[in-house]
């Protein structure tokens, strides 16, 4: 089993829909959470970041945490073309190097 | 805003080749990091960098990377003999010492091996 499971893809939403885009991981001892937007041939950007269980909402977007179920999701409401990129769930555990381990990331076309 | 710069943005090298890939983090970070992604495969972890010295490393970093912070700002990764395989983007990040702090990217670095 992979460490960290997401669909990559690609999923194709009309403007103004609400994206919804998972990852599963099988490592219980993840605390920190993470969602990177990548464009194509670019770095990551930190998009949400959240500790533990538990919603967090930034604008248009909301990051869940549910570690009973080891399932993490982001939310995208009202979705816009510039939102077309790769977006990658990341997680690490607490104290060490903190290295992150990444899905392997979702592709999202948002079409006018 | 403060952001991670890395250069070049793309190195074209022979295999066998020595190549050293620069990034310079943000300035009161303490904690770097490398990563790379071959194309159309996931972001891997490679190593993580404090205090001078590797905190933590992956298998994929065997004896032909190396990391090195020469100065007060930037932080390199040589390989020392490329291979085929080494074609990937090779990303620089880094954060402050706050453990509850993530991780900044940098734009990347295209390694392509020939």
């Known amino acids: 089993q992979k460490e960290v499971e997401q669909d990559p893809g690609p999923l194709s939403v009309p403007e103004g829909a609400i994206v919804s885009l998972n990852c599963t991981y099988s490592n219980s001892a993840f605390q920190y959470f993470m969602w990177y937007r990548q464009y194509s041939r670019k770095g990551p950007e930190l998009l949400m970041y959240t500790y533990s269980s538990g919603n967090k909402e930034d604008g248009r977007f909301t990051a869940q945490v549910d570690k009973s179920s080891k399932y993490i999701s982001l939310f995208i409401r009202d979705s816009q073309p510039s939102d077309s990129a790769t977006y990658l769930c990341?997680?690490?555990?607490?104290?060490?190097?903190?290295?992150?381990?990444f899905g392997t990331g979702t592709q999202l076309k948002v079409e006018l | 805003e403060p952001e991670v710069t890395q250069t070049p943005s793309h190195q074209v090298t022979q295999m066998g080749q020595e190549v050293i890939l620069r990034c310079v983090p943000i300035?009161?970070?303490?904690?770097f990091y490398w990563y790379r992604q071959i194309l159309g495969q996931k972001v891997e972890f490679l190593v993580s960098?404090?205090?001078?010295?590797?905190?933590?490393k992956s298998e994929i970093f065997d004896d032909q990377f190396s990391v090195e912070r020469p100065d007060g700002s930037n932080f390199t990764l040589k390989i020392r003999s490329t291979k085929l395989e080494d074609s990937a983007m090779y990303f620089c990040?880094?954060?402050?010492?706050?453990?509850?702090?993530?991780?900044?990217f940098g734009p990347g670095t295209r390694l392509t091996v020939l």
């Open positions: 990040a880094s954060r402050t010492s706050a453990n509850t702090d993530t991780q900044y």
């Open positions: 300035s009161n970070h303490l904690y």
């Open positions: 960098f404090y205090n001078n010295e590797i905190s933590e």
């Open positions: 990341a997680m690490r555990l607490t104290g060490g190097g903190n290295k992150l381990t």
